[in-house]
């Protein structure tokens, strides 16, 4: 397979048919049969893959090049998120608005050429595949929580914890699942999963999110000023899954995938392997 081969897989895997902005090919590469990726793929990990004869790095969160730069954009796809939970069009994009700015002012300072330029010395194929991975995991979570909660009215957030547990990934984490906001026995209502659109949206979206009727956010992480507002708010629940178990789930996907045609695979960088 080459770079290209292995984007378009992503893509399909995660039901895409562009590239997003926050992934991209750095470094081009074929006949790649020994793939090192991880959550934070940058230099010290480039070096270590050229020591370890990997054909390819793929890099999670984006580390260089415009996929760094250009990652508030994919926010954008979390005002459908939003609209599918409930929340008029209108007001899922005002409530976005302040946080994607944030993240567009935090970036557009970073050293974004970094890690794509020792790519670029190293001579080593290098791509960052972020967005189709979460979408992976995203759709991962909440099918198997609507499974497992179905029978059940008067799920709790225990409930949801346990059936988190039953993920390979969620299993053999040092960061286990936690309830952020509410008690093991409170009552989940609608759970809803969010672990994809670039980073956490803030506040505001996550008050659009209650208002609209979900009772129990399940995310990858959340800041402490979100939780400070939700627990204030006093009107939703908050699980937070586990970033590195979270961003696993989906990368693991991509990775059983490529194993599936005949490519090594090293997991490293905070990547979770469910084996």
């Not at 209108?90 to 944030?102: I, T």
């Not at 194929?125 to 979570?141: C, L, N, Q």
């Amino acid at each position: 397979m080459n770079t290209q081969e292995i984007m378009d897989l992503a893509l399909e895997l995660a039901g895409l048919k562009e590239v997003p902005e926050d992934c991209g090919i750095i470094v081009e590469g074929d006949n790649i049969k020994k793939v090192a990726i991880g959550v934070d793929m940058e230099l010290a990990e480039l070096m270590l893959a050229k020591e370890l004869g990997v054909d390819l790095v793929i890099t999670h969160h984006p580390t260089g090049g415009s996929a760094r730069i250009n990652l508030h954009k994919v926010m954008d796809n979390q005002i459908d998120k939003m609209v599918a939970a409930g929340v008029p069009i209108n007001k899922a994009q005002k409530a976005l608005c302040e946080k994607k700015g944030q993240v567009e002012r935090a970036l557009h300072v970073s050293n974004y050429d970094r890690s794509a330029s020792a790519a670029r010395l190293l001579n080593m194929p290098f791509m960052g595949i972020h967005t189709p991975t979460d979408i992976m995991a995203e759709r991962k979570v909440q099918n198997l929580l609507d499974e497992k909660l179905k029978d059940n009215p008067k799920a709790t957030l225990q409930d949801i914890v346990d059936a988190l547990e039953t993920l390979p990934e969620y299993q053999k984490t040092l960061a286990k699942p936690v309830i952020r906001v509410g008690g093991k026995d409170d009552f989940a209502g609608k759970v809803y999963v969010t672990m994809a659109g670039g980073t956490g949206g803030g506040v505001a979206v996550q008050k659009a999110y209650f208002e609209a009727g979900v009772g129990t956010a399940v995310v990858m992480h959340m800041p402490e000023d979100v939780i400070k507002a939700v627990k204030e708010q006093n009107i939703g629940n908050v699980v937070v899954a586990g970033h590195m178990a979270s961003d696993s789930v989906g990368i693991n996907e991509l990775a059983m995938a490529l194993e599936g045609k005949g490519i090594e695979v090293i997991r490293m960088s905070g990547l979770i392997d469910p084996k």
